[in-house]
C-alpha cells in the first residue's frame, strides 16, 4: 500500500480534493470545500492552512471526507 507523503506541500494538498469534486469554500485560518454527491447531500472537508501538511493530518482529512487513500494519493501525483 504506497504511503501518504511526509510534509507535503499545502498547493498540493489543496488541489487534491478538487481533482476528486470538492469545490472550495473558503480560504483563511482553515480551508473548507464541500462536495455535492449524487444524492443531494453535502459532504464537508476542513484542513488547515499552513505550509506543509503532516502524514496524520492528511490521514485525517481523508477519514473526515471519506476519501480512500488510493484515490487521494492518485489526485496528489496528479497535481
Avoid at 18 to 24: N, R, S, W
Amino acid at each position: 500500500m504506497p504511503k501518504f507523503p511526509v510534509d507535503a506541500p499545502k498547493q498540493r494538498v489543496v488541489k487534491s480534493p478538487g481533482i476528486l469534486g470538492f469545490k472550495m469554500i473558503r480560504e483563511r485560518e482553515h480551508i473548507s470545500r464541500e462536495q455535492i454527491n449524487s444524492d443531494g447531500t453535502k459532504t464537508s472537508l476542513t484542513m488547515p492552512n499552513h505550509l506543509k501538511i503532516k502524514v496524520s493530518t492528511l490521514r485525517t482529512i481523508c477519514i473526515q471526507s471519506g476519501i480512500s487513500r488510493d484515490d487521494f494519493l492518485d489526485a496528489y501525483e496528479k497535481t
